[in-house]
């Protein structure tokens, strides 16, 4: 046994059962793993990108984190975005990181490179193989470190790999998240007894269906507001579960929206900041007059801690709203944000999961979808935009009995496009709805919040997908995933409805 197959044994010993990849020749010993060692689905992505946005989607949905395989420092470096994305998320995920031999690394050959230094600011968890008998406990660390909700790099030298093993390592036990002390429950339940306006600001393991349960139980007996972060990990939300506000993206809302509560109180998220920085306006959501309690944070069992609250406040075990069974018309006509949004509230079945990076054009989808059967919502965690395609890819292989819906936008879908070639090579169920209005549009919404009233030919140039015009279709086409093109709110809904009804990867180009 080599150090790669003692690896890969130790992860599926482990319970890892996916590797995202795309190899070069550091990793050989580790792609021949993959046939020695039953148990893992090696899954090739023909960018980094892809691979990291993919396992960020698996981990999500599957609650245990997905491998990466990734050639060296370049390599890595191209999947660092969606990384970035993914340790906003708090998504299990572990890395291999193919080196050059221990040996060749003082040559410092064209592709060697700082690899600990690229890796650190993605990952919770770095390290460096140092043997071939070390690799299955490194792996066994690197996967437990995981499994407490971040992401874990761990760097194998080439030699490494193709040396000798002693054996496979035991998975190691993973840390179970505290709950909050009785000391907190008591000083926010006394907070919640106050007769002042209050909102329970919600993110992370919050938003689970135990915890959204747990904190409508919470607002039954105060009466206070429950909202969550704007961009959350994963929501589980629609008909028969509580409802939930969505923080506003813009500074100027995201305060309105927090200004008529006197108390805050934190749940398995930050106190929210503005995206950026904007000149005369403050970086927090919340004044100094406004009182700001930390419930749990999010690396705490945030649904035990609501749970213990709401017992606390003497809620019932059945307390709390729910969102009623409700659905937009099928709409008709001219296709606009509106008639988008209808389209798939209408269609979407029970189960889906949407991944939105829809961004500009998605706006109207969060609350038209409110009593839509139940589903689990995704969205940009870290707002490095191309992640929702790969996301959505990582989604359908977690979770092969679920339709999965993917409301993106064009310039986003442009940075990991080679996602559809993933997913028509693994036959995956994904619906890929691009939002097509041929420019960056947040761009140009910024570039008036930044004071241009009329911006000239090469800012134009610099936010605009047109000319040459985009063609979703021959794209999608030509990577083997079967598309249409729709002008009309009655021929989306239509696509939809083929789309959901057969199985594979479909996409639908939305001309707005």
């Keep these: 046994m080599n150090g790669a197959e003692s690896l890969l044994k130790t992860a599926v010993a482990a319970g890892v059962e996916v590797c995202f990849a795309n190899p070069g020749t550091t990793e050989m010993p580790l792609v021949a793993a993959f046939d020695a060692v039953p148990g893992v689905r090696a899954v090739l992505g023909l960018f980094e990108g892809v691979c990291t946005g993919a396992a960020d989607g698996y ?191 813009f500074p100027e809302q995201g305060m309105a929206a927090l200004s008529k509560f006197q108390t805050i109180i934190l749940a398995g998220t930050r106190a929210p900041v503005a995206f950026f920085g904007y000149e005369g306006m403050p970086g927090s959501l919340i004044s100094r007059d406004q009182n700001v309690e930390a419930l749990a944070s999010p690396e705490e069992d945030v649904p035990a801690t609501l749970e213990a609250l709401a017992d606390a406040l003497g809620a019932g075990a059945d307390a709390g709203e729910v969102s009623p069974a409700t659905r937009p018309q099928r709409p008709q006509g001219a296709l606009s944000l509106e008639n988008l949004a209808a389209a798939i509230a209408y269609v979407q079945p029970e189960g889906a999961i949407i991944m939105d990076e829809g961004n500009t054009s998605s706006m109207a989808y969060f609350p038209m979808s409110a009593g839509a059967p139940p589903h689990s919502y995704l969205t940009l965690t870290g707002g490095a935009i191309g992640q929702g395609m790969p996301c959505a890819t990582g989604a359908a292989i977690a979770c092969p009995d679920r339709k999965v819906i993917n409301l993106q936008a064009d310039g986003s879908a442009m940075y990991t496009l080679q996602s559809l070639w993933t997913q028509a090579r693994e036959g995956l169920d994904v619906t890929t709805l691009i939002c097509a209005n041929n420019s960056y549009r947040i761009l140009g919404i910024e570039l008036m919040r930044s004071g241009v009233k009329e911006a000239g030919p090469q800012a134009r140039g610099l936010i605009g997908l047109a000319p040459p015009r985009l063609d979703w279709v021959q794209m999608s086409k030509g990577m083997g995933v079967p598309a249409v093109r729709v002008e009309t709110a009655e021929s989306l809904v239509e696509e939809l409805e083929r789309a959901i009804a057969n199985s594979g990867p479909h996409l639908i180009e939305i001309v707005l």
């Design 59 to 249: 981990g999500r949905m599957a609650g245990r984190p997905a491998l990466t395989l990734l050639h060296l420092g370049p390599g890595f470096a191209n999947g660092i975005a969606n990384l970035h994305n993914a340790r906003r998320a708090r998504t299990p995920i572990v890395n291999l990181i193919g080196d050059q031999a221990t040996w060749h690394l003082a040559a410092d050959a064209p592709l060697t490179s700082d690899i600990v230094s690229l890796a650190g600011p993605v990952s919770g968890w770095v390290r460096t193989n140092r043997s071939a008998e070390e690799l299955a406990a490194d792996a066994a660390d690197a996967i437990a470190a995981a499994a407490s909700g971040q992401v874990a790099t761990l760097i194998v030298p080439h030699d490494n790999q193709a040396g000798p093993a002693g054996g496979v390592t035991a998975p190691r036990p993973a840390a179970s998240p505290p709950a909050a002390g009785e000391e907190t429950i008591r000083r926010v339940a006394e907070s919640l007894k106050r007769d002042q306006p209050a909102v329970l600001f919600m993110g992370g393991r919050a938003l689970g269906e135990r915890g959204l349960r747990a904190a409508a139980r919470v607002a039954a007996v105060s009466g206070c507001a429950l909202v969550c972060e704007t961009f959350p990990a994963r929501l589980e939300r629609g008909a028969g579960l509580p409802a939930i506000s969505r923080l506003p993206y």
